[in-house]
């Protein structure tokens, strides 16, 4: 083909490399737009990395800023005591306390303990503390009773009966009060004989007090009664 003349049929453009804006389509422009989008998402990306990276080294470089300190001791050496810190007792055994007894192991077996009152003038718990009244001093007797006198005396009449008993003492007067203080206590024995019974117990000699309403019906009544009030009471047949 000879220089300076067009083919037929074709048309010369120019340089491929050329843009041309006005052919340019619509896909062309979102491409573009996208392209930058992607430049901004992976930007976003590097800076929250880094800020990751600083929070974490900043947590790491405290902890191993604190570990680092070294610890001081607070106090000073304890010296041990120049005695022994444990002595033989002089009395290995223990003492013993008065009135000790078997009680405890027949109570373990079964076996049951009437309750005593505690020695003393004024009656133990099952009264309210209440102080038992001072029993009135007996006349004195002469220093030579005549023979008639002697012969007029009479032993104290025996109350016979269901008893149910009220208290244990360690004296026949102590017994008395203790009476007269539960007659104050629990008014429905005012009108009820008694009867002092002495016996032996763990801690040597007693004096029973027993309420003696009369038969066995009377007695289990009265003690149910004086139960219900709070009071300690045991039939003895």
Not at 93 to 104: K, M, R
Request: proline share 10%; hydrophobic share 35%; charged share 20%.
């Amino acid at each position: 083909m000879e220089p300076g003349k067009l083919e037929p049929g074709k048309l010369e453009l120019g340089d491929e490399d050329v843009r041309l804006p006005w052919l340019e389509g619509e896909d062309e422009e979102f491409e573009d737009q996208q392209g930058g989008g992607s430049g901004q998402t992976l930007l976003l990306v590097a800076l929250a990395v880094v800020a990751i990276l600083v929070i974490v080294g900043g947590i790491w470089w405290a902890t191993r800023q604190s570990s680092e300190q070294p610890l001081v001791a607070s106090g000073g050496v304890i010296e041990a005591p120049k005695t022994p810190y444990k002595t033989r007792p002089e009395n290995p055994g223990g003492d013993v306390v008065a009135g000790t007894g078997d009680t405890s192991y027949a109570v373990a077996e079964g076996q049951s303990r009437i309750p005593q009152i505690g020695q003393g003038d004024a009656p133990g718990p099952g009264f309210d503390g209440q102080p038992a009244p001072q029993p009135s001093p007996a006349a004195k007797p002469d220093a030579k009773p005549s023979p008639a006198a002697s012969a007029a005396a009479k032993p104290e009449p025996v109350v016979s009966g269901v008893g149910v008993q009220v208290g244990a003492y360690t004296s026949k007067p102590t017994a008395e009060a203790g009476w007269n203080a539960l007659k104050v206590q629990y008014p429905a024995l005012s009108g009820v004989s008694h009867r002092i019974v002495e016996g032996q117990a763990d801690i040597g000699k007693v004096y029973r007090l027993q309420a003696v309403p009369g038969d066995l019906a009377a007695a289990r009544a009265l003690c149910s009664g004086m139960k219900s009030a709070g009071l300690s009471c045991q039939v003895k047949q």
